[in-house]
């Protein structure tokens, strides 16, 4: 899948999937008191994670070594969202969960997999929301003894493949936790906020892996602590696909809209080869070159706002408005 650096959505011109939708939020599940965080060592590396929604998150404790989390997804109503290092890895760096919910996830590990249940299986997944852990930004923003801090040029990113019956789809949806790849050095960031990703794209799952990378590696692999947050995961439970608000003469289908981290542009005039995202002023803000029938844009460096999509080509213009929220 070809991916851009680029920004939002347009018109209500989108994909969306008829029929129910479930939302994993994770308030349900109890924790002892607040400030707090799942720990169950009963079982050794064996999956001692949880169902919530209609999903099943695994989560893996090792008892050696006096007991640590291995790998997985553990589930926090943590609010430390400045203190630095390992010993605050249960933390968000939103400081709550989504819309300022109590319970989220916390993920540990270059690679997990989340297992849609139920009604859920084999439909596709609406998204998620996802930002940093605390420990992971900081390090991040500061470097600490096993990663440094980050410069031009570094990124931090969480990529998320589908599966069906253990094949493996051929789009992924990527999305950057960081990133200092800008020419003007003033655009990097490090995502602090929770920020939608549009996992509508993968298509048809029962199945996802969630892998994180980083531009910061050593002998031992990425030196980037392997975390990131999720909440409010959402399932669909139809496999019908419809098309809303699409002409048949629109030169592309943007969703969604208003968008928060990432927007989807599918092209249908392939003469268009050009890219412009202008304010309402007619300012240029970004151009990219179109080199893909399907566009990838994170959305999350520009301010909230109305903005035009040009799409140029061939002689032709075409202009969408579309928010970011």
């Known amino acids: 899948m070809h991916r851009i650096s680029l920004v939002t959505a347009s018109l209500l011109l989108g994909s969306i999937y008829a029929g129910a939708q479930t939302v994993a939020s994770f308030e349900d599940l109890s924790l002892a008191h607040p400030d707090t965080f799942y720990v169950n060592y009963s079982a050794s590396m064996s999956d001692v994670g949880y169902n919530d929604g ?66 859920a299986a084999g439909n596709p997944v609406y998204g998620c929301y996802v930002t940093n852990s605390t420990y992971a930004a900081n390090s991040m923003r500061d470097g600490d003894p096993f990663a440094r801090k980050f410069h031009n040029g570094d990124w931090f990113k969480l990529t998320v493949h589908g599966f069906l019956g253990g094949v493996m789809n051929p789009d992924s949806v990527t999305f950057y936790l ?71 003469n629109s030169a592309a289908r943007v969703y969604p809209n208003p968008a928060i981290g990432e927007l989807y542009v599918d092209l249908f005039d392939q003469s268009l080869t050009r890219a412009i995202v202008m304010d309402m002023s007619g300012r240029t803000i970004e151009s990219y070159d179109i080199t893909s029938a399907r566009l990838s844009i994170n959305t999350a460096t520009l301010q909230a706002g109305a903005y035009i999509m040009r799409l140029t080509g061939n002689g032709k213009n075409a202009d969408m408005r579309f928010i970011k929220q």
Not at 69 to 80: E, H, I, K, L, R
Not at 232 to 243: C, M, R, V, Y
């Open 54 to 119: 209609l999903a099943h998150f695994p989560c893996y404790y090792d008892t050696s070594w006096g007991g640590f989390w291995s790998s997985g997804f553990a589930y926090s109503n943590m609010t430390d969202s400045a203190t630095s290092g390992f010993l605050n890895q249960y933390s968000a760096r939103a400081g709550r969960g989504y819309d300022t919910s109590h319970n989220y996830v916390v993920a540990y590990g270059n690679q997990n997999y989340v297992k849609l249940i139920g009604a």
């Open 178 to 248: 960081a990133n200092y790849l800008f020419p003007d050095s003033t655009m990097n960031y490090i995502v602090k906020s929770w920020q939608w990703v549009n996992l509508v794209p993968l298509g048809h799952v029962d199945s996802l892996q969630f892998s994180l990378s980083s531009s910061d590696n050593g002998l031992y692999g990425m030196n980037t602590p392997a975390y990131f947050c999720l909440d409010n995961f959402t399932t669909a439970e139809s496999s019908t696909l419809k098309t809303a608000c699409t002409p048949q």
